[in-house]
């Protein structure tokens, strides 16, 4: 089932999510549903605050990237399988330079910006069985696993703008928050007002 997917100024993606265990009500169901309503909106991943619910879950598939030519060998070697279901992480370290990419968010229609992130990250996260793994990531995959931990924290890759880019596009979030947008996947508007 395709969920909709909650729209910036929504105080769900501001909360820290909770921890979950095995038995969280239809978590399986709820794991296919977040990927459909990833695929359908055509995301590399989405995390449950996306989808209305404070818990440390997301699900990501940045397997697409990999066709991207410009990519170095190690980042299509990570991406190629990076289909993955993410319970309970917690990133231990961030390591190695900062460098841009340009971010969007599926909370955050038509608007991308360059954000910096570091190169390499280490953490912890529960399988779909709760089997508890180590790993590290780095370049492209790391920064999609980023992204969407700091969703669990209740960040969004808006917060990391410089104070001018954050004013420049302050209406634009505006009308988002408001669904005065087109958009083509089904969205939840918090402030939602008729045109
Ligand atoms: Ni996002």
């Known amino acids: ?5 909650v729209a910036y100024g929504d105080p769900v993606l501001r909360k820290v999510a909770k921890e979950i265990d095995a038995d969280y009500p239809d978590l399986k169901e709820l794991i296919s549903n977040m990927k459909q309503t990833m695929y359908h909106a055509s995301g590399v991943g989405i ?3 996306q989808i209305g619910k404070s818990i440390r879950l997301f699900v990501i598939d940045a397997s697409p990237f990999a066709q991207d030519e410009d990519l170095s060998e190690s980042d299509r070697i990570q991406l ?3 289909n993955k ?3 309970n992480p917690k990133v231990i370290k961030e ?8 971010e969007g968010c599926l909370s955050i229609p038509d608007v991308r910006e360059d954000v910096f992130r570091k190169a390499s990250v280490t953490f912890e996260y529960d399988d779909e069985g709760f089997v508890r793994h180590t ?9 999609v696993f980023q992204h969407e931990y700091d969703h669990l924290e209740g960040i969004l890759f808006t917060d990391k703008l410089s104070s001018l880019k954050k004013r420049i596009i302050k209406k634009k979030l505006e009308k988002i928050s408001t669904g005065k ?3 083509n996947y089904r969205m939840r508007f918090p402030n939602f007002k008729k045109r």
Do not use: D, Y
């Open 1 to 5: 089932m395709i969920l909709p997917i």
């Open 95 to 102: 390591e190695g330079n900062e460098w841009v990419f340009s």
């Open 85 to 87: 279901v993410f319970i």
């Open 135 to 143: 790993e590290t990531l780095t370049g492209l995959a790391a920064r």
């Open 181 to 183: 947008i087109q958009v």
């Open 80 to 82: 190629k399988h990076f």
């Open 47 to 49: 995390a449950a605050p």
